[in-house]
């Protein structure tokens, strides 16, 4: 794996643009890695994947611990790994031991010999050598390392335990790792303690990690709180090393992550959405062309998303996005989406999925479009502003 960064914000901002080199494939950061239930994205199959932007949605977020119910990892492993099981060559696997869908990491029932998960099958405690016995199976990309998560009401005692098991169970993870850690991201815990946090990011550093996965967020963590963690515990990390964040997914929590000089991001808020049953229909041309000296243009009524079960859609013949070059925009109604929500049936996911795929992707190409022209900062002012906006619209 290789990664440069090609664009820092001046003014001393952090916000920055990149390149990450994994096999034959080149992807531009910061980027998203779309979530997936045991290899793929939870409504789309192979052949529907290959339909959204390349090569942005090569980036796919796998837990291994999906797979502790199902194919043994021995079988995984004769296939060839992941890879060829999913027939997905060309995609970039990175696997980490928990997500926001079925393996919720549960703080109260880890101990000192792993980490505990909450899934579909149960509880379940996860060692750091039945980690990497799936690591070594399934082959990913690149793999972040077990850790000890805990949620921000966690005291100061149970952030300093965390962060000492996370650490401990790197040098494990590294030490049973065949390439000695060159594909390992080095998870940074320490719950909502500042100072925890940086001394985890430091420790991290120092290990042989090709980058880092700060953790932890998404747990009772407030805005006020993620904002002072993520800047802190970013001022000590290297910079010539990727930066991941996991759980943060709505936009203006990705514009956040952006500004503190995050480049990766994992995030279930595209399956959120269609389990929801909501689409995306921010605009993701205003870089460029509805932004014009700092000052982003907006005139639609909605600004981030809809609700196409709403009785308002049954009769609507236009596209979720009229500009929207995805096979939803470019096939199907409003109507028609209404229809197969309120039937229940199983296409509307599928085709909400792919819409909002398609268009989050776009989003963070804007993302890059903007530090690249320098706009960062005035693009997400003004996001946010007509985010917020919109809101107090909906209030009154």
Request: hydrophobic share 40%; glycine share 8%; proline share 5%.
């Amino acid at each position: 794996m290789r990664f440069a960064v090609t664009k820092v914000c001046g003014g001393g901002a952090k916000a920055r643009a990149g390149m990450i080199q994994i096999g034959g494939s080149s992807i531009e950061t910061p980027a998203l890695l779309l979530s997936t239930r045991k290899g793929l994205p939870a409504f789309m199959s192979r052949d529907l994947l290959a339909s959204l932007p390349l090569p942005d949605s090569l980036l796919l977020h796998v837990c291994p611990t999906h797979f502790m119910e199902g194919p043994p990892s021995k079988t995984i492993s004769n296939i060839g790994g992941l890879h060829h099981m999913l027939g997905l060559p060309d995609h970039i696997l990175i696997a980490a031991a928990g997500d926001s869908i079925e393996s919720l990491p549960t703080s109260e029932a880890s101990n000192k010999f792993g980490a505990s998960f909450e899934t579909p099958a149960g509880r379940r405690l996860v060692k750091p050598s039945d980690y990497m016995d799936l690591i070594s199976c399934m082959k990913p990309n690149l793999w972040a390392s077990l850790a000890d998560e805990v949620p921000a009401w966690a005291n100061e005692k149970r952030n300093k335990v965390s962060v000492e098991r996370t650490l401990r169970w790197l040098d494990a993870c590294i030490s049973l790792d065949a390439d000695a850690g060159a594909n390992t991201l080095g998870v940074v815990v320490g719950g909502s303690s500042i100072e925890q946090r940086k001394l985890c990011a430091t420790e991290v550093s120092k290990r042989n990690v090709s980058g880092f996965w700060i953790g932890g967020f998404g747990l009772g963590d407030s805005a006020e709180e993620r904002c002072s963690i993520l800047n802190a515990t970013v001022d000590c990390l290297p910079p010539e090393k990727p930066r991941l964040v996991s759980r943060l997914g709505l936009p203006e929590e990705v514009l956040e992550g952006v500004a503190a000089g995050i480049d990766l991001f994992d995030s279930t808020y595209i399956y959120q959405l269609t389990v929801g049953g909501f689409a995306l229909i921010f605009p993701v041309d205003m870089v460029g062309k509805t932004m014009h000296n700092g000052v982003l243009n907006h005139s639609s009524g909605e600004f981030t998303k809809i609700n196409l079960r709403a009785t308002i859609y049954r009769k609507d013949t236009s596209r979720i996005v009229d500009s929207c070059s995805c096979f939803t925009c470019q096939n199907h109604t409003r109507a028609y989406l209404n229809h197969l929500l309120n039937v229940h049936e199983m296409l509307a996911q599928i085709l909400l999925e792919i819409h909002n795929a398609h268009h989050y992707l776009c989003f963070f190409r804007l993302i890059r479009d903007a530090i690249k022209t320098g706009e960062f900062d005035d693009f997400r002012q003004q996001f946010v502003q007509n985010r917020r906006a919109h809101l107090a619209e909906a209030v009154l």
